[in-house]
T-cell receptor, first 119, second 115 residues
Framework: AQTVTQSQPEMSVQEAETVTLSCTYD???????LFWYKQPPSRQMILVIR??????QNATENRFSVNFQKAAKSFSLKISDSQLGDAAMYFC????????????????FGKGTRLSVIA | DTGVSQNPRHKITKRGQNVTFRCDPI?????LYWYRQTLGQGPEFLTY????????KSRLLSDRFSAERPKGSFSTLEIQRTEQGDSAMYLC?????????????FGPGTRLTVL
């Protein structure tokens, strides 16, 4: 079974600074997807960024980028120019890649990192 | 609103009572997932549907839990004889089909407190 580990329960960053959230995972599969989800207080979870394991290029979405190290099974999230609205729980998640009607299987989540942004 | 909706948002019940939650997915999304999130943990998969067919149930889904999606649209999750350990946030998500590229969109969750 796949597992996802987030070793930083809490992180803080000054507004406008950069912060990196860590995530490692364990799998024997060669093809899979990795995600970072954001869960603001009392609000629903939204997808921040995703990475396909077969792609060597790291994904980027505006101020959010990842450092995907497949051999090390590491998937960190970098938030640049942090804003007050970035304060939330961040979850790293894994999903197996399958094909046909068996695809889009359930996500496996880490325990999350609570990010605080200091004005 | 075209997002995933869940009702009720909060439920307080006494141990031993039955509770039922409802999830309305995004229109035309044929995949629907239930997850449970306890305090300090990430969401854990419970079960999921393709249209009205229940494809998989996790070992977390004990015999006291049952989920349905009778017409392939909304889904219900029922917990019978609730226990204090059932206290958690129950999240629903939906996606458009089985394609691996399809994103799972989450609802706001139903927070259950068992006294």
């Amino acid at each position: 079974a796949q597992t996802v580990t987030q070793s930083q329960p809490e992180m803080s960053v000054q507004e406008a600074e950069t912060v990196t959230l860590s995530c490692t995972y364990d799998t024997s599969e060669s093809d899979y997807y990795l995600f970072w989800y954001k869960q603001p207080p009392s609000r629903q979870m939204i997808l921040v960024i995703r990475q396909e394991a077969y792609k060597q290029q790291n994904a980027t979405e505006n101020r959010f980028s990842v450092n995907f190290q497949k051999a090390a099974k590491s998937f960190s999230l970098k938030i640049s120019d942090s804003q007050l609205g970035d304060a939330a729980m961040y979850f790293c998640a894994y999903r197996s890649a399958t094909y046909g009607n068996s695809g889009n299987t359930p996500l496996v989540f880490g325990k999350g990192t609570r990010l605080s942004v200091i004005a | 609103d075209t997002g995933v909706s869940q009702n009720p948002r909060h439920k307080i019940t006494k141990r031993g009572q039955n509770v039922t939650f409802r999830c309305d997915p995004i229109s035309e999304h044929n995949r629907l997932y239930w997850y449970r999130q306890t305090l300090g943990q990430g969401p854990e998969f419970l079960t999921y549907f393709q249209n009205e067919a229940q494809l998989e149930k996790s070992r977390l889904l004990s015999d006291r839990f049952s989920a349905e999606r009778p017409k392939g649209s909304f889904s219900t999750l029922e917990i019978q004889r609730t226990e204090q350990g059932d206290s958690a946030m129950y999240l629903c998500a939906s996606s458009l089909g089985a394609g691996d590229g399809n994103e799972q969109f989450f609802g706001p969750g139903t927070r259950l407190t068992v006294l």
